[in-house]
């Protein structure tokens, strides 16, 4: 009776250390997956465009600058409209790139819109037949290059 009752109190001390926070094996972190983990997403590039389309440009006068404006991203296809809006209910979040223009978006798989806010209006250069702003896609396992490229000032 006394080796049943050690076993008891072992196996209670035992289970004890186990259950108390910190001891256990640690959960998931929580939020998005770090960049370096993350399995899919898209690497923006948003450029400035300027020039005639038809030109070459000048050598050593590079015809793309680089933009640093927020970057509006939505889930699915988005009706174009003018103002942003924090409160839209496909709005996931906005992004900013860094000073080359890139910033990297580690996403689940499916269907994005992407739209530049230009001084407090959205704009994108691309629609689709439904008259839908363009897209990206990210697939399972995949990193897809994705430009945003501001032609306003093109001709």
């Given amino acids: 009776m006394r080796r049943s009752v050690m076993q008891v109190a072992v196996a209670l001390a035992f289970s004890a250390i186990v259950l108390l926070p910190g001891c256990g094996p640690k959960p998931p972190a929580a939020g998005p997956p770090a960049q370096a983990d993350a399995a899919q997403g898209l690497h923006v590039k948003v ?6 389309f038809d030109e070459l440009g ?3 006068v590079p015809r793309e600058q680089p933009l640093r404006v927020p970057v509006h991203l939505f889930r699915g296809r988005v009706q174009p409209f003018e103002k942003p809006d924090p409160r839209h209910p496909a709005l996931i979040r906005i992004v900013t790139p860094d000073a080359q223009g890139r910033a990297d978006l580690a996403l689940p798989p499916g269907e994005y819109t992407l739209v530049l806010d230009l001084a407090g209006r959205l704009y994108l250069n691309n629609w689709l037949a439904d008259g839908s702003w363009a897209t990206a896609t990210v697939r399972a396992g995949e990193w897809s290059n994705y430009v945003i490229e501001d032609v306003l000032e093109s001709e």
């Fill in 58 to 60: 000048e050598p050593g």
């Fill in 47 to 52: 450029v400035k465009v300027a020039g005639a």
